[in-house]
């Protein structure tokens, strides 16, 4: 069976999109066959992504590793079965379609709260959220009190998070292995980074996560989504000489691929 990755938080601009895209192709660029589904229904950021490096790559004709994408398929009230959700119903036929062909399968949930995204979080082998390195972002995972010191309780989405490795746990699977990845981390060492740090690692223990660090601000990951590119994909295009930003972001997402820790997966590229 396909390895299930799941990219999700419920607020938007903590980066899933640039997350999903990068990890996908970078397991595609290492050969592992990899299907993608697109969640958000209205805006399809990683389904764009997807198109625009499809034009790209042929128009310039290229061989660009290009992660399969599928859109969920249309569902006829008939095959329904009785209490059946129509949404519920075209994941799994999505799922079930990409499996046979994929040893990853990555679906990417859209910034707020919907059935597809909770019935997604169910079926998360492992689990991505990205996380602003701010604690507007962190009240995503938990309150905290005024001081940014003690935990005061869960968040929603912390609660479906719960919700989903029960659902698992009942049917007899592995549990989620849960990655929340730090994005946009200061340079340096402020009070708000540091108590950012010890709030995520005293949560991590209480509910459950693994924290990897994930991408900082760069303005190529903006320049480089009309053509559906990636940093792994510079030099394919001439880009022999690589700027220092350029490189260190290269290795953001090798350290990231790494703390993934996914089956058959090295961060050799």
């Not at 034009?55 to 599928?70: C, H, K, M, Q």
């Not at 005061?152 to 007899?172: D, I």
Request: proline share 4%; aromatic share 6%.
């Amino acid at each position: 069976m396909a390895h299930i990755i799941v990219v999700g938080n419920e607020k938007g601009g903590a980066g899933k999109s640039t997350v999903s895209m990068h990890v996908a192709t970078a397991l595609a660029r290492m050969g592992h066959r990899i299907g993608v589904l697109d969640l958000d229904m209205r805006q399809k950021s990683l389904a764009r992504y997807l198109d625009n490096r499809k034009t790209y790559s042929d128009a310039e004709g290229l061989n660009l590793a290009i992660p399969v994408y599928r859109d969920l398929p249309e569902v006829d009230q008939a095959d329904l079965q009785p209490g059946e959700n129509a949404f519920d119903h075209r994941l799994s036929a999505a799922v079930a379609a990409l499996e046979p062909e994929c040893d990853f399968i990555l679906i990417d949930c859209p910034g707020s709260h919907t059935r597809l995204s909770q019935v997604a979080h169910s079926l998360a082998d492992t689990l991505i959220t990205p996380l602003n390195d701010s604690f507007v972002d962190f009240d995503l995972l938990a309150h905290i009190d005024s001081d940014g010191e003690n935990i005061t309780g869960p968040s929603v989405y912390s609660e479906m998070v719960w919700s989903a490795r029960q659902l698992r746990a009942q049917a007899g699977l592995q549990p989620i292995d849960w990655v929340v990845v730090r994005n946009r981390l200061g340079a340096q060492a402020m009070v708000n980074k540091q108590k950012m740090e010890s709030a995520l690692n005293k949560l991590s223990r209480r509910i459950g996560f693994r924290v990897a660090p994930g991408f900082n601000e760069r303005v190529i990951f903006r320049e480089l989504f009309p053509r559906g590119l990636t940093l792994l994909d510079l030099k394919d295009i001439g880009v022999t000489q690589l700027n220092i930003s350029n490189l260190a972001a290269r290795q953001e997402l090798r350290d990231l691929i790494k703390a993934l820790n996914l089956p058959g997966v090295t961060a050799d590229f």
